[in-house]
T-cell receptor, first 116, second 110 residues
Framework: GAVVSQHPSRVICKSGTSVKIECRSLDFQATTMFWYRQFPKQSLMLMATSNEGSKATYEQGVEKDKFLINHASLTLSTLTVTSAHPEDSSFYIC????FGEGNTIYFGEGSWLTVV | RKEVEQDPGPFNVPEGATVAFNCTYSNSASQSFFWYRQDCRKEPKLLMSVYSSGNEDGRFTAQLNRASQYISLLIRDSKLSDSATYLCVVNKGGSYIPTFGRGTSLIVHP
C-alpha cells in the first residue's frame, strides 16, 4: 500500500486562482519531503525541499512566493500554487525519503494540475 | 553537463529481446543510485537499488561503475509489460536529495 499519499490527483483551476496540493506520509514521520514538477516527456525537476518546522529550501529558478510550501507537521507538507497561469500546468509530485532502507524514496501518487 | 544524463530513447524492441540502458552522473561524491520505473501519467516506482558490486533481480541487472561515473540497467527476455520510462536516480552529492535523469523510454512490441 501507499506510504505517501498525495491529494488531489487531478485539479483544474482558472488562471489567477490558487491551488493547494497535500502530501501526507502514512505510518511514518517525514521531517523532509521533496516537491517535483514534471512536464511532458521531461524529467522530474526538484522544486524545493520541505522541512518540518522551518522554511523550505527552493531550487534555483523556483519562485518561492509563487510556490508556497508549508510543512506544519511530521506527516503533512503542502504546496500551494498561487496566482496560477496556464504555464503552471504540469504534474506535481511529492516524495519522502525512507530510513533504514538504503535511502529508498517514497513517492506520492502525483497531482495533475491544469490551469485554464 | 547535466547532473544525471540518460539517452531518452525510445528503445523499441521485440518481446524476448535483451536491452541495456546507461546513465551517467556528474558528481563523483554521489553515494546512492537507483533505477525507477515510471508508467505514463503515474508516479515513479522503485525498480531496484544499484550497489557497487552489481545486483540482479530476476530479469533485471544493475551495475555501477564509479570510475566512469555511470550506472546501467540490463533487462533480459523483455516483456510487453516492461514498456515504460526508466529513470536513473542519483543522490545529490553528499546528501540524500535525489536527482533524476530525464528517463529512457522502452517500448516492447509483440
Amino acid at each position: 500500500g501507499a506510504v505517501v499519499s498525495q491529494h488531489p490527483s487531478r485539479v483544474i483551476c482558472k488562471s489567477g486562482t490558487s491551488v493547494k496540493i497535500e502530501c501526507r506520509s502514512l505510518d511514518f514521520q517525514a521531517t523532509t519531503m521533496f516537491w517535483y514538477r514534471q512536464f511532458p516527456k521531461q524529467s522530474l525537476m526538484l522544486m524545493a525541499t520541505s522541512n518540518e518546522g522551518s522554511k523550505a529550501t527552493y531550487e534555483q529558478g523556483v519562485e518561492k512566493d509563487k510556490f508556497l510550501i508549508n510543512h506544519a507537521s511530521l506527516t503533512l507538507s503542502t504546496l500551494t500554487v498561487t496566482s496560477a497561469h496556464p504555464e503552471d500546468s504540469s504534474f506535481y509530485i511529492c516524495s519522502a525519503p525512507g530510513f533504514g532502507e538504503g535511502n529508498t524514496i517514497y513517492f506520492g501518487e502525483g497531482s495533475w494540475l491544469t490551469v485554464v | 553537463r547535466k547532473e544525471v544524463e540518460q539517452d531518452p530513447g525510445p528503445f523499441n524492441v521485440p518481446e524476448g529481446a535483451t536491452v541495456a540502458f546507461n546513465c551517467t552522473y556528474s558528481n563523483s561524491a554521489s553515494q546512492s543510485f537507483f533505477w525507477y520505473r515510471q508508467d505514463c501519467r503515474k508516479e515513479p516506482k522503485l525498480l531496484m537499488s544499484v550497489y557497487s558490486s552489481g545486483n540482479e533481480d530476476g530479469r533485471f541487472t544493475a551495475q555501477l561503475n564509479r570510475a566512469s561515473q555511470y550506472i546501467s540497467l540490463l533487462i533480459r527476455d523483455s516483456k510487453l509489460s516492461d514498456s515504460a520510462t526508466y529513470l536513473c536516480v542519483v543522490n545529490k552529492g553528499g546528501s540524500y536529495i535525489p536527482t533524476f535523469g530525464r528517463g529512457t523510454s522502452l517500448i516492447v512490441h509483440p
